[in-house]
């Protein structure tokens, strides 16, 4: 399946070997490519960065001939050894200035926010998206601050301009409130990654919302 690029952060997957099954990456991300998902986030915070280069560019020949976003989490040089399409910065990775000088105009930048002011200060900054984070609580990630619901998410839409990713224990029963409240698009783990189908998983994600376009504001 494939998407428009206003839609591409519409079903982000963040991957987590860990919550894999025993299946390969390139295996899990194939199925939930084939269910819906319109852009997939490569995130690895404990392998070499040989191991990390390996799964980034298995990832793209997956990715590239669907037309579909490969995003690197955190690792500016992995993102710029296999020509993904973007990295994703937390608050305490590189700065966006700096990236961007690295990335050049056309690499999407995408920075977590985890406050109000975090997600005003990433636009002024020049942020392409913003990954509102956590929405809900959730177990994958115990590094976050407190989960900010979904009136964070209404808050943050109401002040930035920029597209809005909700993650943080997003799944099939809430994703479409993430939606409903300003976001562009939902970013998912667990819900994916650790699903006995996830294709079905997916699907399931995408019909919960009745096939919704997207949110308000695109890029």
């Known amino acids: 399946m494939r998407e428009s690029a206003d839609n591409r952060l519409l079903l982000h997957l963040v991957t987590d070997r860990s919550l894999s099954l025993g299946r390969s990456l390139v295996e899990v991300v194939a199925e939930a490519v ?22 980034a560019l298995a990832l793209k020949a997956l990715l590239q001939p669907l037309g579909l976003p490969l995003i690197i989490n955190d690792r500016v040089d992995i993102a710029l050894a296999v020509g993904a399409d973007g990295v994703h910065l937390g608050q305490s990775d590189m700065p966006i200035s700096h990236a961007r000088r690295l990335l050049g105009p056309d690499y999407l930048i995408g920075i977590s926010a985890e406050s109000v002011e975090d997600a005003i200060a990433a636009e002024q900054q020049g942020a392409d998206y913003i990954g509102i984070s956590p929405v809900f609580s959730t177990p994958t990630k115990t590094d976050t601050a407190s989960a900010l619901g979904l009136e964070g998410v209404r808050q943050i839409r109401e002040l930035v301009r920029v597209p809005l990713v909700g993650i943080g224990g997003i799944n099939q029963a809430n994703a479409h409130q993430v939606l409903a409240a300003g976001a562009d698009g939902v970013a998912v783990v667990s819900a994916i990654m650790a699903a006995e189908s996830p294709q079905l998983a997916a699907e399931a994600i995408r019909v919960s919302w009745g096939n919704r376009p997207g949110g308000r504001r695109r890029f």
């Open 34 to 55: 084939a269910g819906g998902v319109t852009c997939v986030q490569l995130r690895e915070k404990t392998c070499s960065t040989r191991e990390f280069l390996g799964e």
